[in-house]
């Protein structure tokens, strides 16, 4: 079945470092994959998409990649602050582009 | 983008009984669809919730446990049906904005149900 993987295990880095989280996906071809940000008790915010054509996608401190030869994505966030400490969720979807799957997100934390 | 209203925001259920889950976006919307996040995992899609027409139900989820309503464009109900504490979980309703077509999705702020 189709799966994405992330990193379960909580990344915990220091300010003004980049936090690099991976997304892997098994089974699947998606035409886009999507970041998200999920705070405790709240919903999903999107962050960024970027289209299995495109390598790599900035916006503002964040960029993301995607490697569909190691069928996974790298989203990045350059000087990193303490509110960036959240959960971030991978997401895939198909080409008609509104079928997406997320994966189990992974937990930021962000020390002053 | 699109602001979406979720209500009950969240509610304490008993056994056996069912529990109707509204949401309301402020724009017309094409595509919108339920969520369940259950505690720390991932969001799971319980279906797709078509203007009227009945909603398309993924793989493990039946309308008989999970009704769906869609009147119109902006407006959708998720019924949780003869609850068990199993179905104690987040309940997210989200949508596609119309004419994007990329997948990016919004999301309610989500629905906590917990069954005794």
């Known amino acids: 079945s189709q799966k994405i993987e992330q990193n379960s295990e909580a990344l915990n880095i220091q300010e003004g470092k980049t936090a690099t989280l991976t997304c892997n996906y098994t089974n699947y071809s998606p035409a886009y994959l999507q970041w998200y940000r999920q705070d405790p008790g709240r919903g999903p915010v999107f962050l960024l998409l970027?289209?299995?054509?495109?390598k790599e996608k900035r916006k503002e401190r964040l960029k993301v990649t995607f490697d569909t030869t190691l069928k996974q994505s790298l989203f990045h966030i350059t000087a990193s602050q303490p509110a960036d400490s959240a959960t971030y969720l991978c997401?895939?979807?198909?080409?008609?582009?509104?079928?997406?799957?997320f994966g189990a997100g992974t937990r930021l934390f962000v020390k002053a | 983008s699109a602001v979406i209203s979720q209500k009950p925001s969240r509610d304490i259920c008993q056994r056996g009984t069912s529990l109707t889950i509204q949401c309301q976006v402020d724009?017309?919307?094409?595509?919108m669809f339920w969520y369940r996040q259950q505690p720390g995992q991932s969001l799971t899609l319980i279906a797709t919730?078509?203007?009227?027409?009945?909603?398309?139900?993924e793989s493990g989820f039946v309308i008989d446990k999970f009704p769906i309503s869609r009147p119109n464009l902006t407006f959708s109900t998720l019924t949780v049906s003869n609850m068990s504490p199993e179905d104690s979980s987040i309940y997210l309703c989200s949508v596609g904005v119309a004419g994007v077509g990329t997948g990016e999705l919004f999301f309610g702020e989500g629905s906590r149900l917990t069954v005794l």
């Open positions: 970027i289209r299995e054509n495109e």
């Open positions: 997401a895939a979807s198909d080409r008609g582009g509104f079928k997406t799957i």
């Open positions: 724009s017309q919307v094409t595509m």
């Open positions: 919730a078509n203007q009227g027409s009945e909603a398309t139900y």
